[in-house]
């Protein structure tokens, strides 16, 4: 049976009858036997396999080139080379499937741009090996953080007919041929239909139901955008609770964003010392910063006036009225507040229909959690639970309550205060990993003009 490289690595004492798999990554061939370098994508280092010109399947040694794929069985002895552990004793090998001289990952540097056209190939490099065993033990964090706190799991629909953010950016699901808006009530669902821009609107009526829940699932955004920051499909981490407030709200998303930080350093402790010490030597610091300082909270009306204030001329203008950039709120955390911020209580013109009015009519109940070296990783909001107030938002926004019957009716029939937020999971691992473009942390990624793979 074939055991991991991870694994073997892992043995406490020498094995024997071992069956390994992987990839090629080097060979080095010596006077009678030959060093072969070999990686499953298990784990980040490579288990040593050393072949005599004897051993069964030795033959094939001339066609083991860097991509080849083998399996060898052995024994794992002892290494004397410093710096590992154990090697392998090769007693059969076996060529899978050969890998020609067009292999194009070959042992030299790549650039991103490069590794991005072959994206069907790039999980077999270090860097980006690390990247999605990552994203794979993140995954699993999100839902064990949620589960460990009786978050109930729901799964949100893709296809909707409802917008969520009131942006219309949204990718339209047609059956219709032709001029596609003229009879919309003839297409596959009666009306027209979207690729979901958010689960929030849907997870707020279980939540309504069974008190805590969380979506994690795609989403798609149809942004003209093309900035490292963006991506036309991604995934989406959303938790509602009900008889919650903004305070609340404020403390869990606080709270994940020290545990997914602790996780990352404690749980992928090997491949995050790739990414601190090739993209960004920061990365360590910076997370520990994250999870030691507790967050501040800041009202988005003084965060313009620091910002103001503070001499700093930032390429985007600081006024009243208008969203935060990335820059302004790498300030507010990196230089004025020298910790991790929470701004809250936005003006109501720049916030969706669905958010909690506050006292004053002009602000609403939204709150934006910003880290060092990225900005904002969650945004969220106590939402609006007033039947009037709902109604008079949507026409505010210029939307038809009539669309959001459903919704609505969660107003009508035992309404209560709730709240929660959503988070991007790329830009979370963008900030866990330190890598700067979302097209590297998305296995294969979806943006305006490319959907290749």
């Not at 229909?353 to 934006?368: I, S």
């Not at 969660?410 to 309404?415: A, H």
């Not at 330190?434 to 979806?446: E, K, L, T, W």
Request: net charge negative; glycine share 8%; proline share 5%.
């Amino acid at each position: 049976m074939r055991t991991l490289i991870k694994q073997v690595l892992a043995s406490k004492e020498p094995r024997d009858g071992l069956v390994v798999q992987g990839w090629v990554r080097t060979r080095r061939d010596a006077k009678g036997f030959s060093f072969l370098e070999l990686n499953d994508g298990s784990c980040l280092a490579n288990l040593q396999v050393i072949v005599d010109a004897a051993t069964p399947g030795a033959a094939d040694l001339p066609r083991l080139t860097t991509g080849a794929s083998v399996s060898v069985g052995g024994a794992l002895v002892p290494s004397p080379a410093s710096g590992q552990k154990w090697e392998m004793r090769a007693s059969q090998l076996e060529l899978v499937g050969a890998a020609d001289a067009s292999y194009p990952l070959q042992k030299k540097g790549h650039s991103m741009e490069f590794l991005r056209t072959i994206a069907h190939l790039r999980p077999r490099s270090n860097l980006f090996g690390a990247v999605f065993r990552t994203r794979s033990r993140l995954a699993y964090a999100v839902h064990q953080f949620f589960q460990e706190r009786d978050f109930v799991y729901v799964h949100t629909p893709i296809i909707t007919a409802s917008d969520c953010e009131g942006a219309g950016e949204m990718f339209r699901v047609t059956a219709l041929k032709g001029n596609i808006d003229e009879q919309p009530q003839t297409d596959f669902f009666g009306r027209r239909a979207y690729l979901t821009v958010s689960g929030q609107l849907e997870a707020e009526t279980f939540a309504c139901a069974l008190s805590n829940v969380y979506t994690f699932g795609p989403t798609f955004r149809a942004e003209n955008s093309n900035t490292a920051r963006h991506a036309a499909e991604f995934w989406m981490i959303e938790p509602e609770m009900a008889f919650c407030d903004l305070d609340g709200d404020m403390a869990l998303g606080e709270e994940f964003i020290k545990a997914m930080a602790r996780f990352a350093l404690e749980q992928c402790s090997e491949d995050m010392a790739l990414f601190a010490k090739f993209v960004d030597r920061g990365i360590t610091e910076r997370l520990r910063f994250v999870i030691e300082r507790p967050f501040q909270r800041v009202p988005y009306t003084e965060a313009i006036a620091i910002l103001e204030q503070c001499g700093r001329r930032f390429e985007f203008p600081v006024a009243y009225g208008q969203n935060l950039q990335s820059e302004h709120e790498r300030f507010l955390t990196e230089e004025h507040c020298k910790s991790p911020v929470t701004v809250y209580n936005y003006p109501r013109e720049i916030k969706p229909f669905y958010m909690r009015l506050n006292e004053d009519g002009k602000t609403v109940t939204a709150m934006d959690v910003l880290v060092p070296g990225i900005g904002e990783v969650i945004g969220g909001s106590q939402r609006e639970e007033r039947l009037d107030a709902l109604e008079e938002n949507l026409r505010h926004h210029k939307l038809d309550p009539k669309d959001y019957w459903w919704y609505l009716d969660l107003r009508r029939y035992g309404s209560v205060p709730h709240a929660g937020f959503g988070l991007g999971f790329e830009r979370l691992l963008m900030f866990l990993t330190g890598v700067s473009n979302i097209r590297d942390v998305v296995p294969f990624a979806r943006t305006p003009g490319s959907a290749e793979f």
